[in-house]
């Protein structure tokens, strides 16, 4: 559930305005909703002595009810939620990266944002002739797969390699990765 909250609220003689609802910046606050948790696996060489029920986690320290149990490790859990369980060893993208649309079909998992590209054309045709002999942008744009982008292969990590390994755009410095 979201929850917002305005925050700085001032006038231009620089008295705090409560009427306005407009402020300098908003913040968002999100809950997980009645019933809902979340869980980890850990495993420590000692035995740890919780003293606090109550954790902080996260860049705004939120605050957390932590409920400890004992409890086997489940292969199945391993399988399923951790890359030791996905077949192929895992891609980093060190740079920006365009790959084609089928990209995502032949991943396992992709941890991911992208960017938008417009290159510069260089050369004008005689039907595009520009008066300024400037160089002018692309009417395409590109989406890149952004640097530091985690890609777990599916069943073959050779064509996603491939793939990877666009000439053109490993010339101007893009499609850099390595496997982890």
Not at 37 to 56: A, L, M, N, Q
Not at 135 to 161: F, H, M, R
Request: charged content about 30%.
């Amino acid at each position: 559930m979201e929850r917002s909250q305005v925050g700085i609220q001032k006038t231009s003689n620089g008295e705090e305005n409560d009427q306005s609802g407009k402020g300098f910046y908003r913040q968002f606050f999100y809950t997980m909703k009645k019933g809902f948790s979340f869980c980890f696996w850990g495993s420590f060489k000692e035995e740890v002595d919780w003293k606090s029920p109550i954790v902080f986690l996260g860049a705004d320290k939120s605050s957390f009810k932590l409920e400890v149990s004992e409890a086997e490790w489940e292969k199945d859990f391993e399988q399923k939620f951790t890359s030791k369980g996905i077949d192929g060893s895992p891609i980093l993208l060190l740079s920006d990266a365009w790959v084609t649309d089928g990209f995502y079909e032949q991943c396992e998992f992709v941890i991911s944002e992208t960017t938008d590209f417009r290159y510069i054309k260089t050369t004008i045709d005689q039907t595009d002739y520009s008066h300024s002999k400037r160089p002018e942008k692309s009417e395409v744009k590109l989406l890149l797969l952004k640097k530091g982008t985690v890609i777990y292969p599916g069943n073959n990590t050779a064509d996603l390699q491939k793939q990877l390994d666009n000439p053109t755009f490993k010339t101007i410095g893009y499609n850099v990765y390595k496997t982890i």
